[in-house]
């Protein structure tokens, strides 16, 4: 493919070689560093005139550092007389804080899911799946479960909190009938894992048999770690979208589904003028 | 007889419009909107400057929570109502420099967004003031900073001794450059025994004019130092020569343009006398200090007796305390626009200015609508 080039930030070289790998292509010749006093340094070690270019950076680990670095590596791209910048950012950093809506930016944002290759995974691993119930850990995680269920053709079931009155913990209900079925918690992203761990304690009492937990960014701040060992989980399923390498090693019960080939696919059709609306039911080969 | 009116007085008193401090006294609707002070800082060691300029203000700091989440995402909770008012937010910039950064960008987004009038940034140390030139296809960080800046609701930065004077030109809002240097240069007039025998040194060329004015306040002498060991940071500045340094097989064949010769690195030498002088060398960053300590080797061969280092911004990264402690400088006074704490506990030899002052009365001008020149009247063309 001409006119095109692929840069990596530091956040996740991993993913960007795989994205890399998967179009191709080479990733591009950048230098990233600190100087003494912390100060980001980026160069772009290769021409990037007219080029459409792409860089990839997810917002984990230092989101702050990892932020500026994409910040000054999208400037560096502009005034190197670029054709059109891209970024690519699989867990958008502060997206609690704001709602990450396509109306808060001036600029074309692909919301692209995870939701197809989640599908995938679930029945080329679990085995009965045919027979099993999606669960959503709160009440805003409806709309995902159920189109979810919808398309594995199963029941679903929700977790919501209920609070008695003020200064008191929540009781979380669990809305749905999960008895000897195998219970698949799905939420879009898992930082300290309190409330999934908590939900898979009330699926267990509440009969489910196996439980699983499917998450399309793996934070796992601070105590996840140890909460999801001591947890009844059968396995917690994340996507790549975060490096997890590190965390794999400390917890054998995560695994991972890569989804390096929606984002190279996303890059591609939209480098050619594509539809990218394909990747939105579809998981490319 | 004719009856005196005051119908003549009426003339002079306007009833039409409402009456502004006519009678000594300003009403109550008219009077100046409050003005609250926060810092965006989350430790403790860089809350101390705004507590310093808060005391002397006599007004409470902002009631504001400041932290990392576990995800390390930066949280900013205002929890007092800001509307209608000129909100100052000071912001030390530490080691985690994009943190800080990204700190202040929250409040001052949060701030517009809760209806302030004002949003002033007091930020001392300006960060990325060295990447303020394109130098080969990097970025102008400084550019981006500022943009960022204005985008996220300040309107208006004080800072002091920025890098280059030029950054003010990145900004589309006001920016006041403070100078710290008559702070320091009372230093010298009260600290330095016998500063008469002294004789101020500019460690290269390009910080000459600064070395100069402050020769100039103090009336003493200057001397330069030039030559440099290895390829500095300066000489980066466009990486992409015109004509270029050496010949690409990638040009065109038959286009013979003439060769730019490359500088010759001189080994480092001394003009000016400082033989059985204290040698005083002044610069507004002091962060990796390595030249700082070759120079000071130089100046003791050359017959210095005593050398002191003055800096408005003491950074002061990585090894520098071990290496000032090793070496020939006797003292390194900067001031207290960047916490360094820490370096100060491995290296005795560090001196810290208070420059809350300055900043402090720049706050309180501005609130007022004062004339700032009075803060600028001891500062030379060059400074």
Not at chain 1, 75 to 86: G, H, P
Not at chain 1, 126 to 140: L, M, Q, Y
Not at chain 1, 270 to 282: A, C, D
Request: proline share 4%.
């Amino acid at each position: 493919m001409p006119n095109i080039k692929i840069f990596s930030g530091s956040s996740h070289p991993d993913l960007s070689q795989k994205i890399a790998d998967r179009l191709g292509l080479e990733l591009g010749k950048v230098v990233t560093k600190k100087f003494s006093n912390q100060e980001t340094c980026v160069e772009i070690g290769e021409s990037v005139r007219g080029e459409d270019v792409y860089i990839v950076q997810s917002g984990c680990g230092e989101i702050n550092d990892n932020l500026m670095e994409l910040l000054i590596m999208i400037n560096a791209c502009k005034i190197a007389s670029a054709s059109r910048v891209t970024a690519v950012i699989p867990c958008f950093p502060y997206a609690r804080q704001d709602k990450k809506d396509k109306g808060f930016f001036d600029i074309p944002v692909d919301n692209l899911y995870a939701e197809p290759a989640v599908l995938k995974w679930i029945k080329e691993n679990i085995p009965e799946w045919k027979n099993c119930i999606i669960v959503s850990p709160d009440a805003g995680g409806a709309k995902r479960v159920t189109s979810i269920a919808d398309r594995l053709n199963v029941d679903f079931a929700l977790i919501h909190k209920e609070r008695k009155k003020a200064n008191e913990v929540d009781r979380m209900v669990l809305v749905g009938d999960v008895t000897d079925r195998v219970a698949i918690l799905v939420d879009d992203m898992a930082d300290t894992c309190g409330t999934i761990c908590h939900a898979a304690d009330k699926l267990i009492s509440a009969g489910a048999t196996k439980v699983y937990a499917i998450l399309t960014h793996g934070i796992f701040s601070g105590p996840a770690i140890s909460r999801i060992n001591n947890a009844c989980f059968e396995a917690v399923v994340v996507t790549n979208t975060i490096p997890q390498e590190e965390k794999m090693k400390h917890c054998p019960k995560i695994q991972v589904i890569d989804i390096s080939m929606i984002l190279a696919e996303a890059i591609r059709r939209t480098h050619n003028g594509e539809s990218v609306s394909y990747l939105f039911s579809h998981v490319p080969l | 007889m004719p009856i005196r009116r005051f119908g003549g007085h009426r003339s002079l008193v306007s009833h039409s419009q409402t009456p502004k401090l006519s009678y000594g006294y300003t009403k109550m609707n008219i009077s100046r909107s409050g003005y609250r002070v926060f810092s965006a800082n989350s430790t403790t060691a860089c809350t101390e400057l705004a507590k310093k300029i808060t005391e002397r203000l006599g007004v409470e700091l902002g009631k504001s929570v400041v932290y990392q989440e576990s995800n390390s995402e930066t949280r900013v909770d205002v929890k007092e109502s800001v509307r209608g008012q000129d909100i100052f937010i000071i912001q030390t910039i530490p080691r985690d420099v994009n943190t800080a950064i990204m700190e202040l960008l929250v409040m001052a987004y949060a701030l517009k967004t809760s209806c302030a009038n004002n949003i002033i940034g007091v930020i001392p140390y300006f960060p990325y003031s060295k990447q303020c030139k394109m130098r080969k296809r990097g970025s102008i960080v400084c550019k981006l900073l500022a943009s960022m800046l204005a985008k996220a609701g300040l309107t208006h930065i004080i800072t002091m001794d920025l890098h280059q004077k030029e950054i003010q030109g990145f900004f589309s809002f006001p920016v006041d450059n403070l100078r710290a240097s008559p702070f320091l240069i009372q230093y010298i007039q009260e600290e330095i025994p016998d500063y008469r025998n002294a004789i101020i040194v500019a460690k290269s060329p390009s910080a000459a004019k600064r070395a100069q004015s402050y020769a100039e306040r103090l009336r003493l002498g200057l001397a330069v130092m030039h030559g440099e060991a290895h390829h500095s940071e300066s000489d980066m500045a466009d990486g992409r020569h015109s004509p270029p340094l050496s010949r690409t097989t990638t040009g065109h064949t038959g286009l013979e343009l003439p060769l730019m010769m490359a500088k010759e690195k001189p080994p480092i030498t001394v003009v000016g006398d400082v033989g059985g002088r204290i040698a005083i060398i002044v610069d507004d960053i002091i962060d990796d200090v390595e030249d700082f300590v070759a120079a000071a080797e130089i100046l003791k061969e050359r017959g210095a007796y005593k050398i002191y280092i003055m800096a408005t911004h003491g950074l002061l990264s990585a090894e520098a305390p071990r290496l000032i402690e090793e070496s020939a400088i006797d003292e390194v006074v900067v001031t207290n626009t960047v916490p360094h704490e820490v370096q100060k506990l491995q290296c005795p030899k560090i001196k810290t200015v208070d420059v809350s002052m300055i900043l402090a009365e720049a706050i309180r001008r501005i609130h007022n609508g004062e004339s700032m020149a009075y803060l600028f009247r001891n500062i030379a063309v060059d400074d």
